[in-house]
């Protein structure tokens, strides 16, 4: 039987939670940010490009290229790598900059 990291380390993590992604549930491990749990879930884009609405999702990972941006509890503009899921957030698509519906 294969081993897991976490059985190396004896590591008893606390159990898995849900968040939502436009609505669809998706299971989350304590400790994953909003872009490991969306890739966890197969979900590899979660915003649209301003010009084109080309779609966009985790590239750089770490916080530097700002394309993973998602909006989160109804905040647009977050950086899905850098969040820490929590139980019940509701994230959605963030269309363009996240903020048409202010007209700016």
């Known amino acids: 039987?294969?081993?897991t990291p976490?059985?190396?380390?004896?590591a008893q993590p606390d159990p898995p939670f849900e968040i939502t992604f436009d609505g669809r549930p998706?299971?989350?491990?304590?400790?994953?940010t909003v872009a490991a749990a969306l890739w966890g879930?197969?979900?590899?884009?979660w915003r649209t490009?301003?010009?084109g609405g080309r779609p966009r999702g985790a590239f750089c990972g770490i916080g530097q290229c700002f394309d993973c941006l998602a909006t989160v509890n109804g905040?647009?503009?977050?950086?899905?790598c850098l969040v820490p899921a929590q139980p019940g957030d509701v994230i959605t698509?963030?269309?363009g900059h996240g903020h048409d519906r202010l007209g700016a």
Request: hydrophobic share 45%; glycine share 16%.
């Open 41 to 45: 879930a197969g979900i590899l884009a």
């Open 26 to 32: 998706v299971v989350v491990l304590p400790g994953q």
């Open 6 to 10: 976490a059985d190396l380390v004896g």
């Open 1 to 3: 039987m294969a081993r």
């Open 93 to 95: 698509t963030q269309e």
């Open 75 to 80: 905040v647009p503009g977050r950086r899905a």
């Open 49 to 51: 490009t301003r010009g």
